[in-house]
């Protein structure tokens, strides 16, 4: 996988990039980024993942998973569930092409799928039109006080 970037951005930062396989040693990094309040922000659910759920939806859901390292530390990950995208960069590596990375990535591995995203999520509408996809569906909800 990271050969594939290679060919398009050759950097030092990007050399070191690679997408692996989810593995348990990395459970708890993909909960903490999911709940950080910068990143969970992002997504539509707000809720606080605990740890016993996380661990249950893991041990279901946990092979559909990717982690970005940059050397041998984690700094990204990337799901497709149900070709249901979701994907988060640590704050202090986001808007360094991470996130365009994985995307394409798990593109080439699950080319059907699509992401659900925030029309508020400025960041990540532009990763995904970046990545080439393009806006098919609205999802209209009633607005709620906190919202
Ligand atoms: C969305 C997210 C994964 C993007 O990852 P990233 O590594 O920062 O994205 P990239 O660096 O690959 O950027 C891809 C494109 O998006 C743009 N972008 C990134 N962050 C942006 C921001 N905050 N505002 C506007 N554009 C942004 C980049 O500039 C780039 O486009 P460009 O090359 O034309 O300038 C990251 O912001 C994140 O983890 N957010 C919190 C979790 C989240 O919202 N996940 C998505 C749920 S659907």
Redesign the pocket.
């Known amino acids: 996988m990271k050969n594939d970037l290679k060919s398009k951005k050759s950097n030092f930062f990007f050399d070191k990039l690679s997408l692996v396989l989810n593995e348990k040693k990395y459970w708890e990094f993909i909960r903490d980024?999911r709940n950080s309040p910068?990143?969970?922000?992002?997504?539509?659910s707000q809720e606080y993942i605990p740890a016993d759920q996380h661990e249950n939806y893991m041990r279901s859901y946990g092979k559909k998973y990717y982690i970005c390292l940059f050397e041998n530390f984690p700094i990204?990950y990337v799901g497709t569930i149900n070709n249901d995208?979701?994907?988060?960069?640590?704050?202090e590596?986001?808007?360094?092409?991470?996130?365009?990375?994985?995307?394409n990535n798990v593109m080439s591995l699950h080319p059907s799928s699509f992401?659900?995203?925030?029309i508020k999520?400025?960041?990540?509408?532009?990763?995904?039109?970046?990545?080439g996809f393009k806006k098919q569906y609205y999802i209209l909800e009633k607005e709620k006080a906190s919202s």
Do not use: H, T
């Open positions: 980024l910068a990143v969970k922000k992002g997504f539509i990204g995208i979701r994907v988060a960069v640590l704050p590596y986001q808007g360094r092409g991470v996130g365009e990375f994985m995307i992401a659900k995203v925030k999520n400025e960041a990540s509408i532009r990763l995904f039109e970046k990545c």
